[in-house]
């Protein structure tokens, strides 16, 4: 047993008691293949994490046109990074790791020429640059993918960092020539 601790260990991070496990969420975004699936497990139990749920959204599809999986799962807090860089090494790509990481959602909605400027391109650049996880997207588009559409957008983010947020949208919105309809932030006394 290569895992187990050192005998004496006052601080047992791996004790089997309800103190020493925390529960995590991680999104990830799988190829729609035979084996995918059980590939992406596999890191989580190598590195100490126990599957608790595992939500597979095969009717839906990402911008990157892969298959959306959420993985409910519990391990001592010192083993969690691991599980994540195991995920990381075997090829997976990780939309969301973790259960606080994201603390405040927002909605934007963007107008334009949504599909000639790539749309996948646009929603990876705002997962990129904004630190951001597109949570959920509508697309209208009235006048069919050659003409002007909009998308309404509500993005999970890091508590605190709307207005830094906002503004890597304006300028990827500007790189695009998009309009960004933002919220109306504040307004709280």
């Keep these: ?102 603390g405040e959602a927002v909605s934007v909605v963007l107008v334009g020429n949504l599909v000639e400027t790539d749309l996948s391109n646009t929603l990876s650049r705002i997962e990129d640059e904004a630190d951001a996880v597109v949570q959920d997207l509508s697309l209208a588009a009235p006048e069919g993918t050659n003409g002007i559409s909009s998308a309404r957008a509500r993005l999970a983010i890091d508590s605190g960092r709307s207005g830094d947020v906002l503004a890597a949208i304006r300028s990827i919105g500007t790189d695009k020539d998009l309009t960004v309809v933002e919220p109306l932030l504040g307004g709280e006394a």
Excluded: K, W
């Design 1 to 102: 047993m290569g895992n187990a601790p050192e005998s004496g260990d006052e601080a047992d991070p791996d004790a089997e008691t309800d103190g020493g496990l925390r529960a995590y969420t991680v999104r990830l975004e799988l190829v729609d293949e035979p084996g995918e699936l059980l590939r992406a497990l596999a890191p989580i139990a190598d590195n100490g994490g126990n599957l608790l749920s595992i939500h597979h959204e095969r009717g839906n599809i990402t911008p990157r046109g892969h298959i959306p999986v959420e993985v409910d799962l519990e391990c001592p807090p010192d083993r969690f990074d691991d599980v994540v860089e195991g995920l990381r090494d075997a090829g997976v790509n990780i939309i969301q790791a973790g259960a606080e990481h994201y």
